[in-house]
């Protein structure tokens, strides 16, 4: 009579906004590009000096970070995740989902503790709370991103494929 108990059965959001100043940390700067302004002229852009200092993320790290959002977050930015449902959910071992875990919160993405239950944890999302702020505010803005998309982002096994697809969200933005 083994049965396995399900304590927590997250509930997913169909989509979330995801704070664009961590992903452009995440998958590193643009250096210097160019953008076309509105009357037609060349901008020369570095993205560092509006951004500010990158921690550039790996792939089982970006890809937690951003299942992290799919938890619906409360108000405060905090989730609870299991650790076998998140390794579930992105296909990696949940020795990998911890010390990517840890990996985040060196980098300065989120802040975590053991939750009340074993295997779970809660998570603060650091850039989160920023997502309502307008540019005046210090706010950089965010990008929706839905259930089908972060599915076909999860099938990308390294990381160059993983940062031109998000790079290419970022500049539909």
Do not use: C, W
Request: proline share 3%; hydrophobic share 40%.
């Amino acid at each position: 009579m083994d049965q396995e108990l399900k304590i927590i059965k997250p509930r997913y959001s169909s989509s979330v906004n995801v704070n664009t100043k961590a992903l452009v940390n995440a998958i590193g700067h643009q250096r210097i590009h160019y953008n076309i302004t509105a009357g037609g002229r060349p901008e020369l852009i570095d993205e560092s000096e509006f951004f500010g200092s990158e921690s550039i993320l790996h792939t089982n790290s970006l890809l937690l970070y951003l299942y992290l959002h799919f938890l619906s977050p409360s108000s405060d930015a905090t989730v609870l995740m299991d650790v076998q449902e998140a390794a579930n959910f992105l296909g990696k071992t949940t020795r990998t989902i911890i010390n990517n875990l840890k990996l985040l919160r060196k980098k300065g993405y989120i802040n975590f503790e053991p939750g009340l239950l074993d295997g779970t944890y809660d998570v603060f999302i650091e850039y989160y709370s920023d997502n309502g702020m307008k540019k005046t505010q210090g706010g950089s803005g965010y990008i929706v991103l839905d259930r089908k998309v972060m599915d076909k982002l999860i099938t990308f096994k390294t990381i160059n494929p993983l940062r031109f697809a998000i790079r290419a969200l970022l500049n539909n933005v």
